[in-house]
């Protein structure tokens, strides 16, 4: 997969609450920073604090542009 199709695959994920689908875009040993908190490391940690996981809300991530190299 390209990096835009990575990111595009993501966001589809996201805003189906499909948590599964996230973690699975991530290596085992991935370290997601976030901006408030610490950072969570390991796939399964980070599955844990993604929506959906708690239905507590519904997010959507609404793309107004991506970029590549090249355009």
């Not at 507590?56 to 970029?67: G, P, S, T, Y």
């Given at each position: 997969?390209?990096?835009?199709?990575?990111?595009?695959?993501?966001?589809?994920?996201?805003?189906?609450?499909?948590?599964?689908?996230?973690?699975?875009?991530?290596?085992?040993?991935?370290?997601?920073?976030?901006?408030?908190?610490?950072?969570?490391a390991g796939k399964e940690?980070?599955?844990?604090?993604?929506?959906?996981?708690?239905?507590?809300?519904k997010m959507v991530?609404?793309?107004?542009?991506?970029?590549?190299?090249?355009?």
């Amino acid at each position: 997969m390209t990096p835009k199709e990575v990111l595009e695959k993501w966001i589809d994920c996201f805003n189906a609450s499909d948590v599964e689908g996230i973690a699975a875009l991530y290596a085992d040993d991935a370290v997601n920073h976030q901006v408030a908190n610490a950072p969570v490391a390991g796939k399964e940690p980070y599955a844990g604090c993604l929506p959906g996981s708690s239905q507590r809300l519904k997010m959507v991530c609404i793309v107004e542009n991506i970029f590549e190299d090249g355009e």
